[in-house]
């Protein structure tokens, strides 16, 4: 990559790649739900991350800056104009966790249903492991906010997989 200062060598930023793709990936999607477009604001948090080579304190501090990012890139892309007057195909499901059952499937088809916001709290709560005081100063909401939207978030998702499971026998 040309332009990279001392402080982030090429195979820094690889690393850093490895390290949290996944995640900003799967913040983005549980967002938007479209792949293409959380790929596109994957690699403008990481092209943002390079150029701007913020000083942080720990690995924690990074991840949150790199979760704070998406949230930020997501919500812009959100509130543009090309977002308002144009709508995706209809979404794919949620990308496989790394659980090939059939449980675990249709838990992620289930999460993927839900609205953005409740998919974005589930993802962090549940796959980051975040609490929801974290979640709540990344979001820029209220810890409650966070509480109240994790147990309607649970609640929907309850209903969603009784219905697949009425569904299945």
Do not use: C
């Not at 998406?70 to 919500?75: E, F, M, S």
């Amino acid at each position: 990559m040309e332009g990279l200062t001392p402080r982030m060598t090429h195979e820094s930023a690889e690393k850093l790649l490895q390290k949290y793709a996944d995640m900003v990936f799967r913040i983005a999607f549980a967002r938007l739900n479209h792949q293409q477009q959380a790929e596109d604001i994957m690699q403008d948090v990481f092209v943002r991350y390079i150029k701007k080579q913020p000083s942080l304190t720990d690995e924690e501090h990074e991840k949150a800056w790199l979760i704070r990012a998406t949230i930020n890139r997501v919500n812009s892309y959100l509130a543009s104009a090309w977002f308002r007057r144009t709508r995706p195909l209809p979404s794919e499901t949620l990308v496989a966790v790394a659980q090939p059952e059939d449980q675990a499937r249709a838990v992620r088809a289930a999460v993927a249903q839900l609205p953005s916001p409740m998919r974005l709290i589930v993802y962090l709560y549940y796959y980051e492991g975040y609490p929801t005081k974290t979640i709540a100063q990344l979001m820029g909401k209220g810890e409650s906010a966070v509480k109240t939207t994790l147990l309607r978030a649970r609640q929907k998702l309850q209903k969603l997989l009784e219905e697949t499971d009425d569904e299945l026998f």
